[in-house]
């Protein structure tokens, strides 16, 4: 048994910033279930959204983030975001962080929904990438930060109805406990829940479902941010062709070759995602309902040397013998950002003592029914350094009860291979069921199979050895059910929650946000 005084579980922008303020008072762990820069936050390419150029712009950038979530924004976590932004920023400036500039000038890009150009991004479009080395670079230096790799956070201790630690798998399949006065959960989103997804296999869900296990409330589930431009090729991974791209005047077309958005919005490229993704998704089935890919084009771009502006996506497209300037980019949506998670205050608290959550984790209402474009880092940096700030003031004591008891794992290889198999149809089923478009009939559809999924996985007992695979099983089950009931619950369709048999947004009965509880019951509660 360890003891530390904070435990901070992930290390994407989140966890690392909570954990830099942590340090100043104690002992701070730091565990991620990968190599440190195994995140969500590395793979980010357009950029980190904040309001650098004085009052009106922060008013601004509020505006545009409430616009954006379509009626759900918690407002007053939307402010916090976008004052305390630029702080928060230039800060990382100081800490190394080089993002693009021009003549000595930050570069500043445009995204969808965003009234200015205020997209700070670095070597072109590799700006997570930048921010995770820098942010690790400064966490290295701080003696009383611990941090732990290959290290997978199990399950959460919970003794005396507060949060008092967690068990974590080492590389090698050992268990240890370890105790802190407060943990916080900066493990990050959920996209592997779907068979089409941007995120990093790491994004299990983890950290709601071992938060929803202790009794913590989670919120909004049903809003799945699915990015409209994910590389489309059979066998190639589906890699992310960044907004950015049609913030430079990429244009979208059919295979016919036609523009096709100004039937959909009068942003036409630059609406936002869930009517872009929709949108793509409409144009590319076929008379028989088969799903087709769209195509970014960019041949008619001449003023911009596409290469140097987006690097890796051209490095990238390379590999299959594409070119921004010459080729078509074939694309279909995938799943991408988690508006919803574990709910908490302003300060991350969640309704269990002793357990904060920060960034995709975590669910403040900040992005409402749809994030706006490259606000999610910043949510990270300026959520994690609060759920610090509480965890420091909240100054909770170290718990007392022994080790809890662990049981031995009964996975052998066939059972693991059959899991496999599990969470492939799992993360088919979500795509069909729960994905873009969404019904009552499919959703329930869904829900039956996730029954027999989960009744499937159940005789399995996630011991020791080989615990990751199994661990992640259940959490992609716990959040696919929590996405259905919640999207089942919700009749109505509203940001990147969209019902065919409730087409349209209904203020009067769901201006509010849903409430997913220990029994599988959904509420809704007022903004
Ligand atoms: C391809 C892509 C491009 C994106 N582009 C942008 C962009 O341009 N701008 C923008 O604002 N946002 C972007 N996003 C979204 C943004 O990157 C994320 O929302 C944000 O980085 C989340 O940060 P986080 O700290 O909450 O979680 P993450 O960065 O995902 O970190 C989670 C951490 O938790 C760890 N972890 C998870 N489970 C466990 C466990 N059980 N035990 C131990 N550790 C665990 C992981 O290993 C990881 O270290 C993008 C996302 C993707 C996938």
């Known amino acids: 048994m360890e003891h530390v005084d904070f435990l901070v579980i992930g290390a994407g922008i989140a966890g690392l910033s909570a954990a830099i303020r942590l340090a100043a008072v104690g002992k701070v762990l730091v565990v991620t279930k990968e190599e440190l820069a195994e995140s ?15 009052d009106e712009d922060v008013a601004l950038h509020l505006e545009d983030t409430i616009a954006a979530g379509d009626g759900l ?32 000038e930050l570069m500043r890009t445009r995204e969808g929904a965003h009234s200015r150009s205020r997209i700070l991004h670095a070597n072109g479009d590799a700006t997570g990438r930048e921010i995770a080395v820098s942010l690790l670079r400064h966490v290295r230096e701080i003696p009383a930060i611990e941090l732990m790799e290959w290290t997978t956070s199990v399950d959460l201790l919970v003794e005396d109805g507060r949060v008092a630690g967690a068990t974590l798998l080492d590389g090698e399949g050992g268990l240890r406990v370890v105790r802190a006065r407060a943990v916080l959960l900066a493990s990050g989103g959920a996209g592997q829940v779907y068979s089409d997804t941007t995120n990093p296999a790491v994004a299990t869900g983890d950290g709601i479902a071992m938060a929803y296990r202790a009794g913590a409330a989670v919120s909004d589930m049903e809003f799945y941010q699915f990015h409209p431009t994910a590389f489309a090729m059979k066998g190639a991974p589906r890699f992310l062709l960044s907004e950015a791209l049609r913030g430079e005047g990429a244009y979208l077309v059919n295979a016919k070759g036609e523009r096709f958005m100004e039937r959909y919005h009068p942003l036409l490229e630059l609406a936002p995602r869930d009517v872009v993704a929709r949108a793509i998704a409409r144009e590319g089935l076929d008379e028989k309902g088969v799903a087709h890919p769209v195509f970014l084009d960019m041949r008619h771009i001449k003023d911009v040397d596409l290469h140097k502006r987006f690097p890796g996506i051209s ?45 995709e984790a975590a669910c403040t209402g900040v992005h ?30 170290m718990g007392s009860a022994d080790r809890t008891k662990e049981s031995p794992s009964n996975l052998d290889l066939t059972s693991l291979e059959e899991m496999k198999t599990q969470v492939e149809t799992l993360q088919r089923v979500m795509w069909a069921d729960g994905g873009l478009l969404r019904s009552e009939g499919l959703l329930i559809e869904g829900l039956r199979m996730q029954t027999q999924i989960a009744a499937s996985l159940a005789p399995y007992d996630c011991g020791a050895e080989k615990c990751r695979a199994m661990l992640e099983a259940e959490s992609l089950s716990c959040v696919a059910r929590a996405i259905l009931f919640s999207a089942l619950a919700r009749k109505e369709s509203r940001g990147a929650h969209f019902r065919n048999d409730y087409p349209k947004r209904n203020d009067a009965e769901f201006q509010k946000h849903s409430i997913y509880t220990a029994d599988e019951k959904v509420r809704f509660e007022d903004l």
């Open 40 to 54: 969500n936050t590395a793979y980010a390419q357009g950029g980190i959204a904040v309001a650098m150029g004085g």
């Open 73 to 104: 924004v918690n407002r007053e976590a939307a402010t916090v975001l976008v004052e305390q932004g630029p702080q928060r920023v230039e800060e990382l400036l100081t800490w190394g962080t080089g993002f693009d500039r021009e003549n000595g």
């Open 315 to 359: 490095a990238f497209l390379a590999r299959y013998s594409l070119d921004l300037h010459r080729d078509l980019i074939p694309v279909r949506p995938a799943a991408h950002y988690l508006m919803g998670g574990v709910r908490t205050d302003l300060m991350g608290r969640t309704n269990v003592k002793g357990l904060y959550a920060a960034g």
């Open 368 to 397: 409402g029914a749809n994030r706006l474009a490259s606000n999610s880092l910043l949510e990270g940096l300026v959520f994690g350094a609060r759920a610090a700030k509480a965890m420091l003031e909240d100054d909770l004591p």
